[in-house]
């Protein structure tokens, strides 16, 4: 989550559920000489890590975008292209990095560092004439399926969103138990494209080869989908799930009373919303959904991901030290402008309060990072997800639940979420639930060595079969 708009959690370093947003400046340098694609490779921790950017001009302006080949990100946005003679400067606010690099004389070669929360390491950049390639991802189903699939659309009238979508069914019988799939944090397509693998695309290949139907969507201004997530809040992606039940309700091989919902990360948060409301969902599977409320959660998801990364604790404590204070004048300031004052007050006596060594280390944040990181915490989303409790919801849901997670999670860990989910499944008279801690997988659900975002992209697996089982054999169950 927004690690997590977490984050759509999903990029290189990101912390899951921080949004990127793409902020581009103007620069007067001849943009010939940098337009292109720019490879090379650091040295992380004793692995070789390839990185490449991809620099673009739009009628004068520089936009640049980051690949991580070995990691399997690959476009991922930078917020700011900078340039100052021939010094080029790309940061991204969202993964707290930035490269610095000076041009040649030949204009073939930037010498310089990437430098990320607290580590500046050597990276020097080679123009290319091709972009790195996607990873393989074994998993991912081939063509032609054993199944129908088609292209499908449906409207939430409120929002004056149409949602495109991916619709897979059995070639034949009807009346099918049907899954509608809720993706997490951050603008997210359909299969929930994230580090070059699409979860979403396997666990719905998976469940219709099980007898299935499923519903997988572009989030709203994503893919084919219209409308905004801008002013949005998980509640507000709350009611595009409820069209497409209703959507779904409308299908004659769908069964209308076996419909039911899988959220994944942030979309463990929104099942719970639909299905305490509404009498049409038979069950829900949360795949690593919150269980305490957003702002304890960043900040713990912050502590564990810092140290996973090799951080060193006093950075890591700094850190999170300066989300505990913004984080209250979000949840207790009403007024914007005021907020804005009081965030930006913080970060600067935040950054004079540390010692010498963390503060070179950190860095002094200079006036587009300061408004950037003020703008994502003031966005809608992350107001209404640092101040939202799951717990009451979770209180009001009476159909079955089943909660699963990875024991190596970092973005949402078990130990500190699957209790209260099922202790408020517990309290509020539920009494068809099961709880699971999936041994040695990360939030993705993928078998992994550490649980570190830094992990996801160079596992060759994308979904655990042993955590699609569980999801499969349970769904089935419900209905006898």
Same mark, same amino acid.
């Given at each position: 989550m927004h690690e997590e708009r977490e984050i759509n959690v999903k990029r290189i370093l990101l912390l899951c559920l921080f949004v990127l947003v793409v902020c581009t400046v103007t620069f007067a340098l001849d943009q010939k000489s940098l337009v292109g694609v720019w490879n090379g490779e650091v040295n992380f921790s004793g692995m070789k890590l390839p990185l490449s950017f991809n620099i673009a001009d739009t009628t004068g302006i520089l936009t640049a975008t980051m690949d991580s080949p070995s990691q399997g990100a690959f476009g991922i946005p930078m917020d700011s292209v900078k340039v100052n003679g021939d010094t080029l400067r790309i940061v991204t606010i969202g993964m707290s990095g930035e490269y610095k690099g000076v041009v040649t004389a030949d204009g073939h070669r930037l010498n310089g560092t990437w430098s990320q929360r607290g580590m500046s390491l050597e990276l020097n950049l080679e123009k290319g004439e091709k972009a790195a390639s996607r990873a393989a991802?074994?998993?991912?189903?081939?063509?032609?399926?054993?199944?129908?699939?088609?292209?499908?659309?449906?409207?939430?009238?409120?929002?004056?969103?149409?949602?495109?979508?991916?619709?897979?069914?059995p070639d034949s019988g009807t009346s099918f138990t049907t899954v509608l799939l809720i993706t997490g944090s951050?603008?997210?397509?359909?299969?929930?494209? #994230?580090?070059?693998?699409?979860?979403?695309?396997?666990?719905?290949?998976?469940?219709?080869?099980?007898?299935?139907?499923?519903l997988r969507v572009d989030d709203r201004g994503i893919g084919k989908s219209t409308g905004s997530s801008k002013n949005a809040t998980s509640e507000d992606f709350a009611e595009d799930v409820r069209s497409g039940i209703a959507y779904l309700k409308t299908l004659k091989y769908v069964d209308p009373k076996r419909i039911g919902l899988i959220g994944h990360s942030e979309g463990g948060l929104i099942a719970p919303m639909v299905a305490a409301k509404s009498p049409d969902v038979a069950f829900i599977v949360l795949m690593a959904g919150p269980g305490i409320p957003g702002d304890t959660l960043m900040k713990l998801q912050g502590k564990l991901i810092g140290l996973a990364e090799g951080q060193d604790p006093k950075l890591v404590e700094a850190n999170s030290r300066l989300q505990g204070m913004m984080f209250r004048v979000v949840a207790e300031e009403s007024d914007t402008i005021v907020a804005k004052k009081k965030l930006r007050q913080v970060l600067e006596d935040w950054s004079s309060s540390l010692d010498s060594n963390t503060a070179k280390e950190v860095g002094k944040p200079?006036?587009?990072?300061?408004?950037?990181?003020?703008?994502? #915490?003031?966005?809608?989303?992350?107001?209404?997800?640092?101040?939202?409790?799951?717990?009451?919801?979770?209180?009001?849901?009476?159909?079955?639940?089943?909660?699963?997670?990875?024991?190596?999670?970092?973005?949402?860990?078990?130990?500190?979420?699957?209790?209260?989910?099922?202790?408020a499944l517990k309290a509020g008279g539920n009494t068809h639930y099961k709880v699971v801690k999936l041994d040695?997988?990360?939030?993705?659900?993928?078998?992994?060595?550490?649980?570190?975002?830094?992990?996801?992209?160079?596992?060759?697996?994308?979904?655990?079969?042993?955590?699609?089982?569980?999801?499969?054999?349970?769904?089935?169950?419900?209905?006898?």
């Open positions: 991802r074994p998993q991912e189903p081939k063509k032609p399926y054993p199944y129908i699939e088609e292209e499908v659309t449906f409207e939430n009238k409120k929002a004056g969103a149409v949602l495109a979508g991916t619709l897979t069914r951050g603008p997210e397509d359909r299969d929930e494209s #994230v580090f070059g693998h699409r979860p979403f695309l396997v666990l719905a290949d998976y469940l219709t080869r099980q007898g299935m139907a499923v200079d006036s587009l990072q300061v408004m950037m990181q003020i703008k994502q #915490v003031m966005s809608p989303w992350m107001k209404f997800f640092l101040t939202y409790d799951p717990v009451p919801t979770l209180k009001k849901v009476k159909c079955p639940v089943l909660a699963i997670n990875g024991s190596k999670d970092l973005q949402v860990p078990p130990d500190y979420n699957l209790p209260p989910i099922e202790q040695g997988l990360n939030h993705l659900f993928q078998h992994c060595k550490t649980g570190a975002v830094t992990e996801y992209g160079s596992i060759e697996e994308t979904f655990a079969p042993e955590a699609m089982e569980l999801i499969a054999s349970w769904i089935k169950s419900t209905g006898k």
